[in-house]
């Protein structure tokens, strides 16, 4: 009888911790707050939130700007991919990182880098939340934006319109349709 009461009061404390630290990042996540925009403060890393717990964004490395993806879950994990295109048009996903979030609170948080590709395990990276009128596309209409190397060219219309532009990749360019949330 006293292993099932101990044993029950495991359970129950060690539920009890889990349920507190899901509490503590409740809302404080990026995935947690839809059509939110976050940057590094070094800005390196820069994250774009859709509506289900992914982003889109990008990692600048001494090699040039990774387009990406930021997978997050129930938990604290964060995961980075890379879009791999396959053999008749199928596309894959390449995992490139796995960071932990230390979510303080829903302004700003710190990544540890666990695995990595392009940073130091161990690494801590701050991320902020951007204000609306530092985000770089969807607030600012009618506006022109170019990297510091001239290889990204980005042009906003009117409200509702899509954003337009090119990448610049060696001898290469890519053109770019993004059309902002509504």
């Given at each position: 009888m006293k292993i099932k009461y101990i044993s029950l009061l495991i359970i129950v404390f060690l539920s009890c911790?889990?349920?507190?630290?899901?509490?503590?990042?409740?809302?404080k996540r990026p995935c947690d707050q839809p059509y939110s925009q976050w940057q590094s403060e070094d800005e390196t890393v820069y994250l774009n939130m859709g509506a289900y717990g992914t982003a889109i964004g990008s990692i600048r490395t001494k090699e040039g700007v990774k387009n990406v993806y930021f997978k997050m879950g129930l938990t604290n994990g964060i995961d980075i991919y890379e879009k791999i295109e396959e053999k008749d048009g199928q596309q894959s996903l390449k995992k490139l990182?796995?960071?932990?979030?230390?979510?303080?609170?829903?302004?700003?948080?710190?990544?540890?880098v666990i695995e990595t590709v392009y940073f130091e395990q161990g690494q801590k990276i701050k991320l902020?939340?951007?204000?609306?009128?530092?985000?770089p596309m969807e607030e600012q209409p009618n506006t022109k934006w170019a990297s510091d190397d001239g290889t990204i060219l980005l042009t906003a219309g009117e409200q509702g319109t899509p954003i337009t532009g090119s990448i610049q990749v060696g001898d290469d360019s890519i053109s770019i349709l993004y059309v902002a949330r509504g």
């Open positions: 911790n889990a349920y507190t630290n899901y509490k503590s990042w409740y809302n990182e796995h960071w932990l979030g230390d979510f303080q609170n829903e302004r700003e948080f710190i990544a540890t902020h939340q951007l204000e609306k009128n530092e985000r």
